[in-house]
């Protein structure tokens, strides 16, 4: 295999067009009765706007608690089984699930397994599932343009210490931004989720699907101890440390980084600043490939080139191996080629 060949798809038997796999989500799916601003108003925006400081602090102040436990005893065996456990079920869930089922329909699975990705995928924090879908959707169509809700290129460059806020405003400040935090309205762009009744209740449950996830650990940590102390350093470990290494490689290191950093291979439709950051490909789960992704946002794969790893999309193929996920799309090499840049 050379450089230039693709890594998968040879004997794949579907192919899609070139739509298919440059498609943010199916255009008909734009419900154009609906404004594009949502506003949160009463105890829900009050609740929405304690509750991201609130979950973070506790995830920073266990995380410490963390690694004070760390310095006095290290970690034990089954912490670190808890903590990899727990990154990679709520990590896969997010980024297979949250991300390329839910927001680009890139692929299909069977029902059961599209409520656990629901379920799970909203254990990473980041928002309601159709809030998510809906910004990420917008995110896609203005990639950082003006209506891109979190790009870090909103505040102009010639402002003071524009970099540091545009970064912190890709971070955090856009979901307290009046502008940005009800930038997209699920009615117009997530028409498909809210027409499914276990979406919506998922949706409705988010806070207490996140404070789950710190349970969860602490459950299995009982369980596989018997002791109380060892469902309290799983809570720390498997919880509050997983949460916020989860946040700030979600959140932080590609929502703000992948959109600053990062080599360009393909053309982006949208003409957005997005990169590929290689030594971030496993720790993200393949969504590092992000100059891929925006090329080919209708690709469940993110791996385009032979030496590229995509977790994510290999979790994908086994899913489709097993039956369980169908339609994936993939560009084909010629489609590849097309929008490759020399
Ligand atoms: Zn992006
Ligand atoms: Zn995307």
Redesign the pocket.
Known sequence: MTMQQTSYLVDTPEQYSVTEVTEVFPATEIDDRYPQYQALSGVRKWIRYAWYPMIDLISVMGTIAAIASFERQGISWIDLGILLFMFNFVGLAGEAGM?RLF??KSYKVIKPLRILLAVAGSMTGESPILEYVAY?RR??IYADQQGDPHTPYYIDAEQPLSRIRNIWHSFFGWKYNSKTSQMAAPEKYAKDLLAEPAMVIINNSFYGIVLASFVLPALLGLVLTGTVAGAWTAFLWGGCFRFLVMTLMGDLIIRAGCHLFGTRPFIDQANSHSGNIWFLAIPSLGLAWHNN?HAF?GSALLNIDWWQIDPSGSFISLLEKLGWATNVKRPTPEQVKAKRLN
């Open positions: 991300h927001a680009h990420h995110h896609h992704h946002p």
